[in-house]
């Protein structure tokens, strides 16, 4: 298995909404992203797990919060979002750290109403 | 602070014809860079990788070369063809950081 799988394709949401994103991969990769992407832009990180452990918090909003339960899932818990937080969301993976190759999921498109 | 600029933003060719999309870095100390390929609305799909030790790498149609001392990175595209037709993001792999920083990209739209 080389890919990485994203749930969700498609969110609408309302700002008092809960939701959750959620990203798989079973290639052993120890490394997980979280990237958020507006269009016409290129993506921009939000965060990064090492070994299930958060390394990189892009100084992103609390009502962003992510989870590893383990090594082949990540989680990104949404509550009380904005319109402005409408975009691409995109996970990646790799198999140490961001100096190796990433690997991209095909990515949630979340709308927020 | 690293800064990648791609040039141009937009190509317009027709099929068949090889092309250059160009990638510039502003601090040589990197790691690696990756070139990757996006389709509208859609996830990235990695093409290359090349490793700072590297000149280049190749797959298939597509050859990226790498000079870290200039800061410049090509991607050559052989016998292009109307399925390449996608937005190329170029990202290098920073020292001392655990980030990814991409170029804005390039759009290719391939003409049949």
């Known amino acids: 298995d080389t890919e990485v799988t994203q749930t969700p394709k498609h969110l609408v949401m309302g700002m008092t909404n809960k939701k959750s994103l959620k990203c798989e991969q079973h290639?052993?990769?120890?490394?997980m992203y979280w990237y958020k992407q507006k269009a016409k832009k290129p993506p921009e990180l939000m965060f990064v797990?090492?070994?299930?452990?958060?390394?990189i918090n892009e100084s992103v909003p609390s009502r962003f919060s992510p989870e590893c339960p383990n090594s082949s899932l990540l989680n990104l818990h949404l509550h009380a979002l904005q319109p402005e937080d409408s975009a691409l969301y995109l996970c990646?993976?790799?198999?140490?750290?961001?100096?190796?190759?990433?690997?991209f999921g095909p990515g949630t498109r979340l709308t927020v109403l | 602070k690293q800064e990648v600029t791609q040039i141009p933003a937009a190509l317009s060719v027709p099929e068949g014809e090889n092309l250059v999309l160009n990638c510039s870095f502003t601090d040589s100390a990197i790691y690696n860079l990756q070139w990757f390929r996006q389709d509208p609305g859609k996830g990235l799909t990695s093409l290359l990788l090349i490793q700072s030790s590297q000149r280049e790498q190749t797959s298939g149609r597509l050859n990226a070369s790498l000079d870290k001392s200039s800061g410049r990175s090509t991607l050559y595209i052989a016998a292009s063809q109307p399925g390449d037709s996608a937005t190329y993001l170029c990202?290098?792999?920073?020292?001392?950081?655990?980030?990814?920083?991409f170029g804005k990209g390039t759009k290719l739209t391939v003409n049949p």
């Open positions: 290639m052993g990769h120890r490394a």
């Open positions: 990646a993976s790799s198999l140490g750290t961001l100096w190796n190759e990433q690997f």
């Open positions: 797990y090492s070994y299930e452990k958060l390394s």
């Open positions: 990202a290098v792999a920073q020292g001392g950081s655990e980030k990814l920083v």
